[in-house]
């Protein structure tokens, strides 16, 4: 009761502080606002605007985000907008006009600096926050949702300069849930070409409920970060010392439109690519990866770019186009950056993460089945009228990933897709295919795949096929069938019960890049939810080997891999007839 009425004096405290109502046409309508105009505000200072939720006003929004102190040392002025009707338009053009002309009258009667002007907003403001992104990222420098984000699904333009975002929520609200936030700020970590893990501070200012994860830099050395607030639910959170409007400013701050250090970003390859070879110990081979870069400088020249891959110099380029190669890569992350260092001295880094990765027995092709509305990194899907390629994310419909809250469930996400017309092969989704961030290379020998689905509204169930083909070319080299035995029921909030692990087994003989390819019945809107994939290895083929000695056997018949029959093989894998025992694969 005692810390309740503490919060409830110092919401008291703050509402005292001045505040000025106004208002302001746009369009015809008449919108208003407060503002908090520090003393000796001064000119070319910042505007940061934060938006209410849905249901509340600005005087609540100023109350909880307490930003007075810091604006009043940082000489910053806040404007704090009214929704029309306590909400804001997150789809359309209304309220972001309504920014626009707040900002054009802030740099006339306070004469802020344009270049940087920072928005944030908590819940419904939160949304609208990200809205704004792609409406008005030539306006605003730095964005600051708190505790909201688009519930369809978030969607980063591809024609929006990178943005630095900062993100706080807790992790027990119960309004909009934290589980949503990874994905929202995941088309944003791979359009700036952030790094897509996360450099984490736990006990964060020492405030043990506080963890914060930095993604960064990225692109023009953006970051997007998360403020994880553990325990607290849907309010702004200022406790233990750590205010949210502080780290707001903190974050805010350091960037400006009219930036005078080198603009520098990586364009190629990705960030987040990743080559998986099975392969035995120390045979794994990795492809070249050519870098290429962007670069250029607002007020000056670019005098050089660099690339590493971590600390090792690959390359320094001191001309147009900036490109280096990374050759002979080892098995682990490697961080690969581009350094920009203009005639002033000034520089300016982008990095990408890659993983190369070789798995001794085993690896997981569902990793990113947690990120709802997605079609996850290495995955294509078609359903006969669009191709997807992850990473993408903002799907409501279509193939993509979905969330299960049913109270039984049997997974938790699962990648459904579909065949829409009924024609052969026109219903897919593929792990691995050219254009991916994902490329899987097989060393012959014997596999397994341990896979779970089910179907998503085929009462009287509908088979999916599994099949391994050569990424280029697309052939098939082994195939199999199976009929899902637990149907969703076309709800993501139904119960539904276990699924059981299927296996697949199949042998490579050539060693190249593949494809694992799952494919929907034939049948006009047939579907799947993939759910688990796990591909391993129970060893390699070392040629050399001699075969058995009754493989001179003249009862037995030995072919090629091309079905031919030989009586005299090289060295190498054959198929073995042996009359009764069926077939099996032989070396020689």
Not at 109 to 136: C, E, P, W
Request: proline share 5%.
């Amino acid at each position: 009761m005692m810390k309740r009425n503490l919060i409830l004096v110092l919401l008291a405290v703050a509402a005292m502080l001045p505040g000025k109502a106004d208002n302001i046409t746009v369009n015809g309508t008449q919108r208003s606002y407060i503002l908090y105009v520090p003393k000796n505000l001064g000119e070319n200072r910042p505007l940061l605007i934060s938006c209410h939720g849905m249901n509340q006003d600005p005087d609540y929004q100023k109350n909880m985000l307490q930003i007075e102190t810091v604006a009043d040392t940082a000489k910053f002025l806040t404007v704090f907008p009214n929704g029309i009707d306590k909400a804001w338009d997150i789809s359309g053009s209304r309220d972001i006009n309504f920014i626009t002309a707040l900002i054009d009258k802030m740099v006339t009667q306070y004469k802020i600096d344009r270049n940087r002007v920072y928005l944030s907003g908590f819940s419904m403001g939160g949304m609208f926050t990200y809205h704004a992104m792609n409406r008005i990222p030539d306006k605003i420098a730095a964005f600051a949702p708190i505790s909201g984000y688009p519930m369809g699904g978030t969607t980063a333009n591809s024609n929006v300069r990178p943005l630095p975002i900062i993100h706080t929520h807790g992790t027990s609200d119960d309004v909009v849930g934290f589980s949503g936030v990874q994905g929202a700020l995941n088309a944003w970590i791979r359009h700036n070409g952030c790094p897509t893990s996360a450099k984490v501070t736990q006990r964060y200012r020492n405030a043990a409920h506080i963890t914060r994860r930095v993604w960064g830099p990225g692109n023009e050395g953006v970051e997007v970060v998360l403020m994880e607030m553990a325990g607290k639910g849907h309010w702004i959170s200022n406790d233990n010392g750590v205010k949210t409007g502080d780290e707001i400013w903190r974050f805010c701050s350091r960037y400006s439109l009219n930036k005078t250090s080198p603009n520098v970003s990586i364009t190629s390859p990705g960030s987040g690519l990743t080559y998986t070879c099975f392969a035995p110990k120390d045979q794994a081979v990795f492809p070249d990866i050519a870098i290429t870069a962007n670069a250029d400088d607002p007020n000056g020249t670019v005098e050089k770019v660099e690339f590493f891959d971590g600390s090792t110099l690959i390359a320094t380029c001191t001309a147009k186009p900036y490109k280096a190669t990374l050759t002979g890569a080892q098995a682990g992350k490697h961080t690969l950056k581009a350094v920009a260092t203009d005639n002033d001295g000034e520089t300016s880094t982008a990095t990408v993460e890659l993983n190369f990765s070789a798995p001794p027995q085993a690896a997981t092709l569902s990793t990113g089945f947690n990120d709802a509305g997605c079609v996850p990194a290495g995955w294509t899907t078609y359903d006969s009228s669009e191709k997807r390629t992850g990473y993408s994310n903002g799907f409501s419909q279509g193939c993509r990933i979905l969330q299960f809250t049913g109270s039984q469930r049997g997974l938790d996400y699962g990648l459904y897709f579909r065949n829409m017309n009924g024609k052969k092969r026109q219903g897919w989704a593929k792990y691995g295919m050219a254009g991916t961030d994902c490329t899987l290379t097989l060393w012959p020998g014997h596999y397994t795949l341990r896979y779970k689905i089910c179907n998503w509204n085929r009462p009287a169930f509908s088979p999916v096929e599994l099949c391994i083909e050569k990424r280029t070319g697309g052939e098939s080299v082994a195939a199999h069938t199976y009929t899902p035995k637990v149907n969703i029921g076309n709800n993501a909030s139904n119960a539904f019960g276990f699924i059981n692990q299927q296996t697949f087994d199949f042998d490579i003989t050539e060693q190249g890049d593949y494809v694992v390819a799952l494919y929907t019945a034939d049948e006009e809107w047939a579907d799947c939810i993939l759910g688990q994939l796990y591909l391993s290895s129970a060893g390699y083929t070392t040629t050399g080997i001699r075969a058995n000695d009754d493989a001179e056997d003249p009862a037995e018949t030995l072919y090629d891999l091309q079905g031919r029959r030989t009586t005299t093989p090289g060295h190498g894998v054959y198929i073995k007839h042996v009359p009764g025992k069926g077939s099996r694969k032989v070396l020689k």
